[in-house]
């Protein structure tokens, strides 16, 4: 029995050290992926998938593979941030932002690069089935979105170094991701598609800006130059302030001009988060606190998307 016992013990214990072991082999992962970023990639979908159900084209299948799709492709974005930033000597010591694991020497820059291409790969082969269903334009879309994920700071001319990076988010976080997620589904695109585009990519866009004002004195030291480094911290506030209020600007649009009823004016309810984040970046001085505020604003654009989806649907 003693024996017996001290077996099951054991096992026990071993298993809670397997369990250890597994958490702290993901822990960089998780990490490096940066899960506050996440909406960015998932509030495009939930948007352009209310929108397609609303015309009556909503393809269920379809639009769990574009969510896969764009989740997959802003983790691999982010893996190939963290590697080509450390390879950049972006990453200096004193920065204000989350740990960077390959600067950091918790994961190698061959394992990040090996993870950043089996993330785009697995995209990828969520992938077929919509290139299957929506053809080539979908084939264009997938392709320019991985292309741009690594060129954001990889490549010979890292676009988020010459500062294009608010303008590519805006385009493939907002553009790519709210029209592609209706084309695959309804087979073709609507006004509205293309008008919601417009609060989602300002409110992505509105997330990198964020990130951009509180490394502004570190990047302007390695040489990264962001829309904020070339602009100035005022000028950078501002545009956040104008990416917020274009969002809130466009529901009358949908209510009066597309006829979807008042009910899509919901999100306004978000509006007071808005404005406290608006005034917080513009007064608080970059440091820790910028990163709550970073994650105060994709929590703002995960239930404007929320509300403005449950607004559509009603």
């Known amino acids: 029995m003693g024996e017996r016992a001290g077996e099951q013990i054991s096992e026990r214990a071993n298993q809670r050290g397997n369990g250890r072991d597994w958490r702290r082999l993901l822990r960089p992962w998780v990490l490096a992926s940066r899960p506050r970023t996440l909406p960015a990639a998932a509030a495009p979908v939930v948007v352009a998938t209310a929108l397609a159900a609303r015309a009556g084209a909503l393809h269920l299948t379809s639009a769990c593979l574009a969510l896969c799709a764009a989740l997959l492709i802003q983790i691999g974005a982010n893996y190939a941030n963290d590697l080509y930033d450390h390879e950049r000597g972006a990453d200096v010591p004193g920065r204000l932002g989350p740990t960077r694991v ?6 190698s820059p061959r394992a ?9 790969g697995l995209a990828g082969v969520c992938g077929l089935y919509l290139i299957a269903r929506g053809g080539w334009p979908i084939v264009v879309i997938g392709l320019a979105s991985i292309a741009a994920a690594v060129i954001y700071t990889g490549g010979p001319f890292p676009i988020g170094y010459h500062g294009l990076g608010d303008l590519f988010a805006f385009l493939f976080f907002g553009v790519a991701a709210v029209v592609g997620t209706y084309y695959v589904q309804a087979l073709t695109v609507s006004l509205a598609a293309w008008a919601a585009a417009l609060p989602m990519g300002a409110l992505v866009t509105a997330i990198l800006v964020v990130n951009n004002v509180r490394d502004l004195e570190t ?4 040489g990264k130059r962001t829309l904020a480094v070339i602009l100035g911290r005022k000028a950078a506030c501002v545009e956040y302030a104008l990416l917020l209020a274009v969002a809130y600007l466009m529901l009358p ?3 009066l001009g597309l006829g979807m009823g008042p009910w899509v004016l919901l999100p306004i309810v978000t509006a007071p988060q808005a404005i406290r984040l608006a005034r917080a970046v513009y007064l608080e001085r970059p440091g820790p606190v910028f990163n709550r505020l970073l994650a105060g604003t994709a929590q703002l654009l995960l239930w404007y998307a929320i509300l403005f989806a449950v607004g559509v649907l009603l």
């Open 102 to 107: 390959t600067s950091a020497g918790l994961l």
């Open 219 to 222: 990047d302007r030291a390695v």
């Open 112 to 120: 990040v690069r090996l993870g950043m291409g089996v993330v785009f």
């Open 253 to 255: 649009v949908f209510w």
